[in-house]
């Protein structure tokens, strides 16, 4: 099963140049306006719309209190969260948060971090050591 998620970017170069560039990320159709990415094997495509990019704007979550409520990102091994925090970090990426450990002692410990991906929204990622533990409920 494959995630789809289709959103607003002010500029597709710009785009094409983090995801495909920076991230890595394979791109598939290219059609005027837009850009297809498989982003970290799933479906994601960058549409030029300026007005329609949400950026910072509203609420912030986190202890930090720095990732828009609005953001998506990818859940990883901890070896792939490693290796792409180690490239954001080479490129001069702009991060919202510097990657972390979250949740620590819990069934639920992660490295998260969140960066801006030049068009104006913020990308999330995790790492755990079993992607699947990002499910998980303390049991009490």
Known sequence: ???????????IDRARKFYGELLGCAEGRKLPGRADFNFFGHHIVAHVAPT???????RKL???????????????????FRRTAERLEAHGADFL?????????????????TVSDTCGNAIEFKGLARVTDVYAVEKG
């Open 97 to 113: 948060n510097k990657p972390a450990v979250t949740q620590k002692g819990t069934i639920r410990e992660q490295m998260l971090m």
């Open 62 to 80: 986190g202890e930090s209190g720095k990732t828009p409520l609005r953001h998506f990102g990818v859940v990883m091994t901890l070896d792939d």
């Open 1 to 11: 099963t494959l995630f789809h998620f289709s959103f607003a970017v002010d500029d």
């Open 52 to 58: 329609e990019v949400v950026g910072g704007q509203g």
